[in-house]
């Protein structure tokens, strides 16, 4: 019988260095890369797994931003503060926004490694787009967004 490791079943080995499974274990491409991510190195059998490529963890390079934006929901707020993005060369890489009963909430993770401001600049531009358009907009570095919202 083949066990399946999942990304949320190889959470639960966080803090371990090497984990051993069945030779017979399928393990998913995000549990591994998570695992490498981690240091944590995968026996199956008598074999150690490759490192698979990393996921999880941004490019020495990237520079990554959480934006939110909130306010009463109007046409052009997406294209306001995306334009305003564009305009300083910071990538959006996902993005989700939803309308509840008239109120617009939307959340960004950027890539401001090529951006051609400094962050201040920035999030003061997103702050004038933010009063512009009748919202409002916070930008944070996502390592201390995350830092702020642990459990």
Not at 46 to 74: Q, W
Not at 89 to 103: A, E, K, R, Y
Request: net charge neutral; proline share 2%.
């Amino acid at each position: 019988m083949e066990t399946i490791i999942t990304l949320d079943a190889i959470k639960k080995y966080a803090g371990q260095k090497e984990i051993a499974l069945p030779e017979s274990a399928v393990i998913t491409g995000e549990a591994k890369a998570w695992a490498h991510a981690n240091g944590i190195s995968i026996k199956l059998g008598d074999k150690v797994l490759a490192p698979s490529p990393n996921l999880f963890k941004k490019s020495k390079k990237e520079k990554r931003l959480v934006i939110s934006v909130l306010g009463e929901d109007k046409v052009g707020i997406i294209a306001g503060v995306s334009g305003a993005l564009a305009q300083h060369n910071v990538n959006i890489l996902d993005i989700n926004q939803t309308s509840l009963q008239g109120l617009f909430a939307m959340v960004m993770i950027v890539d401001a490694s090529e951006c051609t401001v400094s962050f201040d600049d920035l999030k003061e531009v997103l702050n004038k787009k933010g009063k512009e358009i009748g919202v409002r907009i916070d930008a944070h570095d996502e390592d201390v967004f995350r830092f702020m919202h642990r459990i």
